[in-house]
C-alpha cells in the first residue's frame, strides 16, 4: 500500500503557569507536530545566524552564532501553534489562527507573531516552548538520546 498522507498530529497541551499568572490554570495551547517545510524553514534560519570564519595564519573555522535562542524558541511557537486561549486583559485573543491547506496556523507574519511573543511574561513563553518541545522533541536543546 502507498504512503498516504495524514494531517500533521496535533495536541492540546496546559501550560501549567504559575498560579500568581493563571489563578485558574486553565490556560492551554495546540501545537502541531512539524512538517518538513517548517523543518526547512527553521533550519535555515538556524543557518542563516551562523557565520564560519576562516583564520588563514591558524588554517582553522571558527563558528559564531549570530541569532538569539529566544528568538528561535519563538520562530518554532510561530511555526507550530495552532491554537491557544491567551487573551490580552480586554479579552481580545494573544494570537489569531486560520486555516491554511490542512493546518491551522497563526495568522500572519513572523514578524507580527513576534511582536505578540514578545508581549508575553517570560514564564508564559518557557511554557510554550516546553509545549512545542513536547510535541516535536527533535527541537528540543535539552533532550537525551536514548538507545534502544
Same mark, same amino acid.
Given at each position: 500500500?502507498?504512503?498516504?498522507?495524514?494531517? *500533521?498530529? +496535533? =495536541?492540546? $497541551?496546559?501550560?501549567?503557569?504559575?498560579?500568581?499568572?493563571?489563578?485558574?490554570?486553565?490556560?492551554?495551547?495546540?501545537? &502541531? =507536530?512539524?512538517?518538513?517545510?517548517?523543518?526547512?524553514?527553521?533550519?535555515?534560519?538556524? +543557518?542563516? =545566524?551562523?557565520? #564560519? $570564519?576562516?583564520?588563514?595564519? &591558524?588554517?582553522?573555522?571558527?563558528? &559564531?552564532?549570530?541569532?538569539? *535562542?529566544? #528568538? @528561535?524558541?519563538?520562530?518554532?511557537?510561530?511555526?507550530? @501553534?495552532?491554537?491557544?486561549?491567551?487573551?490580552? +486583559? %480586554?479579552? #481580545?485573543?494573544?494570537?489569531?489562527?486560520?486555516?491554511?491547506?490542512?493546518?491551522?496556523?497563526?495568522?500572519?507574519?513572523?514578524?507580527?507573531?513576534?511582536?505578540? /511573543?514578545? @508581549?508575553?511574561?517570560?514564564?508564559? *513563553? %518557557?511554557?510554550?516552548? #516546553? *509545549? $512545542?518541545? =513536547?510535541?516535536?522533541?527533535? /527541537? %528540543?536543546?535539552? &533532550?537525551?538520546? $536514548?538507545?534502544?
Amino acid at each position: 500500500m502507498p504512503f498516504k498522507l495524514r494531517v *500533521a498530529t +496535533e =495536541q492540546e $497541551v496546559p501550560l501549567n503557569l504559575p498560579t500568581d499568572i493563571d489563578p485558574e490554570q486553565n490556560s492551554y495551547v495546540r501545537v &502541531r =507536530q512539524a512538517t518538513a517545510g517548517d523543518n526547512a524553514e527553521r533550519d535555515a534560519d538556524i +543557518e542563516g =545566524q551562523i557565520e #564560519r $570564519v576562516y583564520n588563514p595564519d &591558524r588554517a582553522t573555522f571558527s563558528v &559564531r552564532t549570530l541569532g538569539s *535562542a529566544m #528568538r @528561535l524558541r519563538a520562530k518554532e511557537a510561530y511555526l507550530t @501553534l495552532s491554537g491557544t486561549n491567551l487573551q490580552f +486583559e %480586554d479579552g #481580545r485573543p494573544l494570537f489569531a489562527f486560520q486555516r491554511t491547506g490542512e493546518q491551522m496556523r497563526f495568522a500572519g507574519t513572523f514578524e507580527e507573531f513576534l511582536t505578540r /511573543w514578545n @508581549l508575553l511574561p517570560q514564564p508564559v *513563553a %518557557d511554557a510554550i516552548s #516546553r *509545549a $512545542v518541545y =513536547q510535541v516535536n522533541p527533535e /527541537w %528540543d536543546p535539552n &533532550r537525551t538520546f $536514548v538507545r534502544s
